[in-house]
């Protein structure tokens, strides 16, 4: 069983930045592609980003490429996600998950973190 938690949400102006933490517990970090996923109110729970085991294959959203970028650091079983250029509209919980497979579907992640939420002011 693994364990997921999300930090380093917070209010941030447009145009501003943000680093989202993903830290993992009790199974081996290494095996498992990593993905994060956000989710605004009202909305469904939608695909941002997505890295592989060693973190050598990345996917993301078309509507983050180029202002998001995903890492992971297996030695401190930890994964990030560095948002750059926020807009309004990335406002959301934002979700860290780990499966078999770097995959666009959520239904591709076995476990789940608790969200952290991100807000971005205009």
């Known amino acids: 069983q693994v364990q997921l938690v999300e930090s380093g949400g917070g209010l941030v102006q447009a145009g501003g930045s943000l680093r989202l933490s993903c830290a993992a517990s009790g199974g081996t970090f290494s095996n498992y592609a990593m993905g994060w996923f956000r989710q605004a109110p009202g909305k469904e729970r939608e695909f941002v980003g997505s890295?592989?085991?060693?973190?050598?294959?990345?996917q993301y959203a078309d509507f983050v490429k180029g202002r998001f970028t995903i890492s992971r650091e297996n030695a401190k079983n930890t994964m990030y996600l560095q948002m750059n250029s926020l807009k309004p509209e990335d406002t959301a919980v934002y979700y860290c998950a780990a499966g078999s497979s770097y995959r666009t579907s959520r239904y591709a992640y076995i476990y789940w973190g608790q969200g952290t939420q991100v807000a971005v002011s205009s």
């Open positions: 890295i592989s085991w060693d973190g050598g294959m990345k």
